[in-house]
């Protein structure tokens, strides 16, 4: 009987063991839909790696994603870890949905990641987000339809004056190939955040600095605005139907050879050889005016819901997928970014390479000019393509359109206040 009870006892504490052993702690992850598959693999690693911890991960669609974690978080119901958009950072840590990382950052080396990513993902000296990579925009252009120009693929444009001479001389109307691939879709950011890159570089301003006032009515602007527009309606470089395209619809027609040169980031290179892998481009910032500083930037990163019951165990998780290694190995390999590493960025060979080298020299040099971090500037920029539609349908002058545009934007403001 003794023996027995030993027995039991030993048993016990043997299945006791077992299930302490075994034990996990759940962190639910989402990220975008299109990253899942692209990540499992680092799953996979981090479960191995760190048995007391399993991540669940789910994807979320990227329209309407905003709205969808606006909703989770104000429920209550948002995952432990997730993947913002730039633009969303400071409304959600504005809203005590994020938890604040400063005491975690000497684990991290934070001074390695991109400083205007850090910077801006920073909400009253708290940084809310860390970093999973920036991006920038620059200039794709075709090598093959450049040397047929006769010009030289390594000496891309530096001013708008060369640029404007490089789009006649790649435009060819009955081959069907034009210059510049112009996207001015409805509905869509992407051609005000183009125009808004000019502006930038010819030393304008959409907003006053303390973001109060709308400055688009500044020569610098209405100059900027009017050389996108003439190369549409006046030189004629740009494809036809530039209203109907997004910056996804001239991946396409550019990797068939289209158009020759058309403003994208790096993060859309494997778009581009997914549609034609024998594709040659190279990439080039895009060239400055009065300053080089006014790329779209961008990016991604990895938050913590403040309301994550295992804010450890999810800090764990955030810790590695930003780490050098998987800086490498996901942000720069799988997911085809410049990473959120700048160490990694420089170092890694295939960014010192084409097409990815004007990308990184972009972020390298510091031109790109990220979104303000204001609730309104989502509602602005849709306004800004608007009128911008309007003076493209040559349904307004670039005055006239402006005038209009400087009102709605300056009423948006004051009743954000």
């Known amino acids: 009987m003794k023996v027995l009870k030993v027995a039991i006892c030993?048993?016990?504490m043997v299945l006791t063991g077992a299930l302490v052993v075994y034990a996990k702690t759940t962190v639910?992850?989402?990220?975008?839909?299109?990253?899942?598959?692209?990540?499992?693999?680092?799953i996979k690693e981090f479960n191995e790696t760190h048995p007391e911890i399993k991540v669940e991960m789910e994807g979320f669609p990227w329209t309407g994603a905003f709205e969808r974690l606006l909703t989770h978080f104000t429920a209550g119901t948002a995952p432990d870890v997730v993947a913002l958009h730039s633009d969303w950072v400071h409304r959600f840590a504005s809203l005590n949905f994020l938890l604040g990382l400063n005491p975690y950052l000497p684990e991290i080396g934070i001074e390695d990641f991109w400083p205007d990513m850090v910077k801006h993902f920073t909400y009253k000296d708290e940084l809310y987000a860390i970093p999973s990579y920036g991006d920038v925009w620059g200039l794709a252009y075709n090598v093959d339809l450049?040397?047929?120009?006769?010009?030289?693929?390594?000496?891309?444009?530096?001013?708008?004056?060369?640029?404007?001479?490089?789009?006649?001389?790649?435009t060819k109307p009955e081959e069907n190939q034009y210059g510049f691939g112009l996207?001015?879709?409805?509905?869509?950011?992407?051609?005000?955040?183009?125009?808004?890159?000019?502006?930038?570089?010819?030393?304008?301003?959409?907003?006053?600095?303390?973001?109060?006032?709308?400055l688009l009515g500044e020569p610098e602007a209405i100059e900027a605005i009017q050389f996108v527009a003439d190369l549409y309606l006046k030189h004629k470089v740009c494809l036809p139907g530039a209203l109907e395209y997004e910056m996804k619809d001239i991946d396409k027609i550019f990797a068939n050879g289209g158009v020759a040169v058309f403003p994208t980031a790096a993060s859309h290179i494997p778009f581009i050889y997914e549609v034609n892998p024998n594709i040659n481009f190279y990439s080039a910032p895009m060239p400055g005016r009065k300053?080089?500083?006014?790329?779209?930037?961008?990016?991604?990163?990895?938050?913590?819901s403040s309301k994550s019951k295992h804010p450890q165990e999810a800090w764990e998780f955030v810790k590695f997928m930003n780490s050098p290694e998987m800086s490498k190995k996901l942000w720069i390999e799988k997911i085809g970014t410049a990473g959120p590493r700048m160490s990694v960025?420089?170092?890694?060979p295939r960014l010192s390479q084409q097409p990815y080298k004007g990308f990184i020299e972009a972020?390298?040099?510091?031109?790109?000019?990220?979104?303000?971090?204001?609730?309104?500037?989502?509602?602005?920029?849709?306004?800004?393509?608007?009128?911008?539609?309007?003076?493209l349908l040559e349904q307004q002058t670039v005055e006239e359109a402006v005038q209009d545009l400087i009102s709605e934007i300056n009423e948006i403001l004051a009743e954000g206040k």
């Open 10 to 12: 030993v048993l016990l």
């Open 28 to 42: 639910r992850y989402e990220t975008v839909s299109v990253w899942v598959p692209l990540q499992e693999e680092a």
């Open 146 to 170: 450049y040397k047929e120009a006769g010009l030289d693929p390594e000496k891309p444009p530096q001013s708008w004056e060369e640029e404007l001479e490089h789009f006649k001389l790649l």
């Open 183 to 214: 996207f001015a879709k409805g509905g869509v950011h992407e051609l005000a955040s183009l125009i808004n890159t000019y502006i930038y570089q010819n030393g304008g301003k959409v907003l006053s600095d303390d973001y109060t006032k709308c």
């Open 291 to 304: 300053t080089w500083k006014g790329a779209r930037m961008y990016g991604w990163s990895l938050a913590i």
């Open 345 to 348: 960025a420089k170092e890694h």
């Open 363 to 391: 972020m390298l040099k510091g031109y790109g000019v990220l979104n303000p971090p204001i609730e309104e500037w989502q509602q602005i920029v849709m306004k800004e393509v608007d009128a911008f539609q309007k003076v």
